[in-house]
């Protein structure tokens, strides 16, 4: 019989439980109020650099007016799921003009960002299919190319002649089968850039997929927002409908909502449509939420300023932590993500818990989130952060121990 014959559930829950606690790796969930770029935890206010409200988007009148105007037009709640009777005229415009946002030739809007990454490959690779991640790839990547049965490979971090391995080895085996390249655009952990054009070319030479997560890159980089492939100057590869480009992109961080949004040619949307079961059996995007990012597309169209300070932060942030010498990864744009990487998941916490101190939160990132032994505060810049408050974190923030 097992140790655990006999002890209820509980109990084994408990001792498990226990263990990540003595790891320092358990985590809880801890309420919060936001207001505006200040957070109010346990009665105190805070400068919030842990959340991914890039622009300040989440408390912005107009977007406030969007949610509530749209929930007094057509309800809180869709009602059903997208083909039942959940699709509302609502739907197909912003599905409309985040296609035209992104170059593409059709949209689909899922719940999450989370789900769009499950509704893309779970439809697009079958047995026999070989997906190739990077291995820093996000967890919903990881989790959604489990779930095909497809074949998954990850490769390391941003290189390039691994992955060509793979696929090489893959085109040669099963020239029938599809191969997809899955990569985020920023990752989200380390704040640096994916080479979208070394990909392509990648993807050309084996005839692969491109499948590109741009949750970290919309309304952050590229001249209108559009993402990395627009800073790059690979937009028309990466986003034109045709080309072979399927993009994930994420209303929940700079747009300042919630809902995926998956955009490609009309082929993929209307095959996603058919056979993505996270948009099937699920409950269409409410209204509200809807509204929400069309209302984040007219934003991002008429307030370019809030991308041209938080551009100028990435830069000014990044240079000046290195200076202090905090090592950051090389990359190109620099981005609103800020690794302090401290090593273990102890010294982490005692970082955030130092900057709480000075009245900035950010937010200790720890193993499995991380690997062993990069435990980080992962700092997030916003737009709306002024001179002295940057001054004040970058002395709060101080040299690695
Ligand atoms: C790269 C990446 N992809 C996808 C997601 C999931 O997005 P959402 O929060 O909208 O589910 C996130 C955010 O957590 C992310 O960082």
């Known amino acids: 019989m097992s140790a655990q014959a006999g ?3 509980d109990a084994q829950l408990a001792e498990e439980l226990d263990v990540l606690s003595s790891q320092q790796l358990r985590r809880t969930l801890q309420p919060v109020a936001p207001i505006g770029k200040h957070i109010e935890i346990d009665g105190r206010r805070l400068l919030n650099l842990a959340s991914n409200d890039y622009l300040g988007l989440a408390q912005h009148p107009a977007m406030i007016a969007a949610a509530t105007g749209a929930a007094e037009r057509y309800g809180v709640g869709a009602g059903a799921s997208r ?3 959940g699709t509302l005229a609502l739907h197909a415009e912003v599905e409309q003009r ?10 689909l809007l899922l719940p999450t960002g989370y789900t769009a990454n499950l509704a893309v490959l779970s439809a697009l690779a079958r047995p026999g299919d ?24 990850t490769y390391p971090h941003n290189e390039t002649p691994k992955l060509e391995r793979l696929l090489a080895a893959h ?19 380390d704040g640096d850039c994916a080479d979208l054009p070394a990909l392509c070319a990648v993807a050309d030479r084996y005839d692969a997929v491109l499948i590109v997560d741009e949750a970290h890159g919309t309304g952050v980089l590229g001249a209108t927002g559009a993402g990395l492939a627009e800073y790059q100057g690979v937009a028309e ?17 700079a747009l300042g909502g919630l809902g995926g949004v998956v955009t490609g040619s009309r082929a993929v949307i209307e095959t996603l449509i058919n056979r993505a079961r996270p948009l099937i059996y699920t409950t269409a995007v409410p209204p509200m939420q809807a509204a929400v990012i069309g209302q ?15 551009s100028a932060l990435c830069h000014t942030a990044r240079e000046r932590l290195v200076s202090a010498g905090w090592p950051m990864p090389a990359t190109q744009p620099p981005t609103p993500i800020l690794p302090l990487v401290v090593g273990t998941a102890a010294r982490a916490l005692g970082l955030a818990e130092h900057l709480r101190s000075q009245g900035v939160l950010g937010v200790a990132i720890r193993p499995p989130t991380v690997a062993p032994g990069t435990a980080r505060v992962r700092l997030t810049l916003r737009a709306d952060l002024d001179d002295r408050e940057l001054d004040a974190v970058v002395q709060a923030v101080g040299q690695p121990m």
């Not at 300023?305 to 938080?310: F, I, K």
């Open 130 to 153: 070989l997906v190739c991640q990077d291995k820093l790839n996000h967890a919903s990547l990881i989790d959604a190319a489990r779930a095909t049965g497809a074949g998954t490979r």
């Open 296 to 310: 984040a597309l007219t934003v991002l169209r008429d307030e370019p300023e809030r991308r041209e300070r938080l």
């Open 98 to 107: 985040f296609a035209a946002f992104k170059h593409a030739e059709a949209a």
């Open 83 to 85: 083909l039942v009777t």
């Open 171 to 189: 085109a040669e085996g099963s020239p029938e089968g599809r191969r997809f390249i899955v990569t985020d655009s920023v990752f989200s952990m």
């Open 7 to 9: 002890r209820s559930l």
């Open 237 to 253: 590869r990466v986003y034109r409908s045709g080309a072979g480009g399927v993009v994930v992109s994420t209303a929940s961080k």
